[in-house]
Structure formats: C-alpha cells, structure tokens
C-alpha cells in the first residue's frame, strides 16, 4: 500500500507504507479514501497548528520530554535509515531532499573508516578477478 501526499514546497510523493504505519493510517482515515487523513474534533482537516497541539499531548502521553517536535522524529528516522546501511541516494529520496548534500549532514557514520567505499570497490575487483570455479 502506498501513500499518495503533498510536502514541503507543495511537492507530490508517493511513498510506501510500513505495516503498522498503514494500519494507524486505516485507523485514522476510518471510511474515508479522500481528503486529509487526521482530521480535527470537529471534522476539518488538520493543520500546522492543530498538529503541533496533538503532537505536544502524544508526546506527553509518551513520556517523551517536552519540547520533542515532529522534525527531530524526523531526523532520528533519516539516520537511523542511514546507520542501518540504507545507499544514501535511497535515504535522500525517502526523506524529499532536493539535494544529497542535506541528507549527507544526518550521516553521523560518514566518518567511519570501516564503511568507506575503498572496501567495497576492492571486493567487487577481486571479486572480478577470481577464476570461475
């Protein structure tokens, strides 16, 4: 299942659902195939501040500390992409950025000599240059 939104700057993406996510979304949407997915008390759809007001209850509710805002979840989830090996071209589009240089500064191992690129290449030459058995 897929996700169709409108984000920063009013660009479309479409973008793959985890399970879980899909299933809060379901939830959220109830009956509804159309129009904003979180809606209000009242039944208009959300908007940057009524978000942030839910936002600041859910992270009570968590047991979060206060003053944990959506962009940090945000971050914490580009890097974590990162740190789990995910190829950075992947992590920019995942995250919408225009450029890899954005998505390159929440690479907190890109100083780590053990995932440096020399290895790789020099794998896949050996790799080539081995007899086939």
């Known amino acids: 299942m897929y996700l169709r939104l409108t984000g920063k700057g009013n660009k479309d993406a479409t973008?793959?659902?985890?399970?879980?996510?899909?299933?809060?979304?379901?939830?959220?949407?109830?009956?509804?195939?159309?129009?904003?997915?979180?809606?209000?008390?009242?039944?208009?759809?959300?908007?940057?501040?009524?978000?942030?007001?839910?936002?600041?209850i859910l992270v009570k509710r968590a047991g979060l500390p206060a003053g944990t805002h959506p962009h940090p979840m945000r971050h914490a989830t580009i890097t974590a992409a990162l740190d789990a090996g995910a190829p950075l071209r992947d992590v920019q589009i995942f995250a919408r950025h225009s450029d890899p240089r954005i998505t390159t500064r929440y690479d907190r191992g890109r100083q780590n000599l053990d995932r440096h690129a020399a290895h790789l290449v020099s794998a896949y030459i050996a790799e080539g240059s081995m007899p086939a058995s």
């Open 15 to 56: 973008m793959p659902r985890p399970e879980p996510v899909l299933r809060a979304l379901l939830a959220a949407a109830r009956d509804r195939t159309t129009g904003s997915v979180v809606l209000t008390k009242s039944g208009k759809a959300q908007n940057r501040r009524s978000a942030d007001g839910r936002c600041k």
